[in-house]
């Protein structure tokens, strides 16, 4: 799985222009000027949506072939103009060709490299759950250690934990419900529990989540709606006192039961 | 009397990568001749007898590994977590370090015609590639070159290993 979608086999200009000319199987002059520009332009419309940069390396290349395949077919310059030619990415065709030949000799070894490296991995070592040489890293090589971190390591080391997520069954959390009615009944139980009268606070200090809080606050509300409480406060900021008070219509509270 | 060759094969198991002569000299104390002798004995026992491990020497160093026929299997036992290869562009850069070593950055674009600062930083992450040095010209460019891991990586014994090639 690769992170960027990639369309193309071509690792550069010389790997395009070794294409182009396999692709012919013909010599690089006997290349149409249309052929090259054809191809050229066929390549790059595939490519430039995701990486543009590569589009202007292999521009580089194909103006250079053009410049040549043009040269080539024009008059002999005067020897003056040369001078101003030497500007040019690859300075001669000469150049060009050493380049290119080059270049094909280090693609072939790579696909070497490839064979050797295919060949290895299919010998395994015993596996280690953690290699030896990670253990003891001192805090003045963390940061060095850190900067080799590629963001293709990281990438895999999410990959990893992603999938042990997915294996691993998902947690259902299932909505905490808490009713209005039970909060009422624990209000007054706990005003029982403290002849009657108790500092509001002590009971929301007990009230573990956001929810129960709320419905803690919904509770005290309408037991005083129901006369089943009274609330004061006898000095702003001080304590609001919850009281009892016994007279509450019972009537009025079973109402309230059912609809809680 | 330890039993010598039962004594190498148990280090070469529990390393779990290879180990170099010199470390199971200063362990076992015995000479590199009698080393030798003694992995070679192992590794024909191994051959002889159809093992699913095999004893190779890579990186100058006695590897022990499982043989290559199991593994279609071990990949299956391992699925999810196995090793991805190198890209095009890493080998590439990788194969012109390995013959030009020690080559600078600028040596390896001209060869590549595209830029590898990235894939350099990524190598050297790797621990395949390692600054071995500076050139002596004009800004005194990083040179480049393989490392021991990158031997292991391809499982050659030595640079020595890639010479046929270097005919060309």
């Keep these: 799985m690769t992170y960027r979608v990639k369309t193309s086999i071509f690792e550069g200009p010389f790997d395009l222009l070794l294409h182009l000319v396999k692709k012919a199987e013909l010599d690089i002059y006997e290349i149409s000027l249309k052929e090259i520009v054809q191809q050229y332009l066929e390549y790059v419309k595939r490519i430039q949506e995701f990486n543009s940069e590569a589009a202007g390396d292999f521009l580089v290349m194909a103006a250079t072939l053009l410049k040549l395949k043009s040269q080539k077919i024009l008059p002999e310059p005067e020897a003056e103009e040369d001078l101003e030619e030497e500007e040019i990415f690859y300075s001669s065709e000469k150049e060009l060709f050493q380049r290119l030949a080059e270049y094909r000799v280090f693609k072939e070894r790579a696909g070497k490299f490839k064979n050797l490296e295919e060949q290895e991995q299919k010998h395994y070592a015993r596996y280690l759950e953690t290699p030896l040489e990670e253990y003891n890293i001192k805090e003045e090589d963390f940061e060095s250690l850190l900067s080799k971190v590629t963001l293709e390591d990281l990438r895999n080391v999410l990959e990893t934990v992603l999938n042990k997520l997915e294996e691993e069954d998902p947690q259902v959390i299932l909505p905490e419900e808490i009713s209005l009615t039970e909060k009422m009944e624990a209000i007054l139980d706990f005003l029982m529990c403290n002849h009657g009268k108790v500092k509001i606070q002590d009971f929301f200090e007990r009230q573990k989540s956001r929810p129960a809080l709320i419905v803690s606050f919904l509770a005290v509300l309408v037991l005083i709606k129901l006369r089943k409480i009274f609330v004061q406060q006898q000095y702003t900021f001080g304590p609001i006192i919850m009281e009892y008070l016994s007279e509450g219509s019972d009537m009025e509270g079973e109402r309230w039961e059912e609809s809680g | ?168």
């Design chain 2, 1 to 168: 009397m330890v039993n010598q060759k039962a004594l190498i094969e148990a280090l070469l198991f529990a390393a779990g990568k290879p180990v170099s002569v010199k470390k199971l000299k200063d362990l076992t104390g015995l000479n590199s001749k009698e080393l030798r002798s003694i992995f070679e004995e192992l590794q024909s026992d191994y051959l002889s007898r159809d093992s699913g491990l095999e004893l190779r020497e890579v990186a100058g160093a006695f590897f022990m590994t499982t043989q290559e026929d199991h593994a279609p299997f071990i990949k299956k036992f391992f699925a999810g977590r196995e090793q991805q290869g190198l890209s095009q562009a890493a080998l590439e850069t990788l194969a012109i370090i390995a013959y030009k070593q020690p080559v600078t950055r600028l040596e390896i674009e001209a060869i590549r015609g595209v830029k590898v600062d990235k894939i350099l930083d990524r190598l050297v992450g790797k621990n395949l590639i390692k600054e071995v040095g500076r050139k002596s010209t004009l800004g005194r460019p990083i040179l480049y070159g393989t490392t021991r891991e990158f031997l292991q990586h391809f499982g050659l014994n030595s640079l020595s290993d890639l010479i046929p090639a270097q005919k060309q």
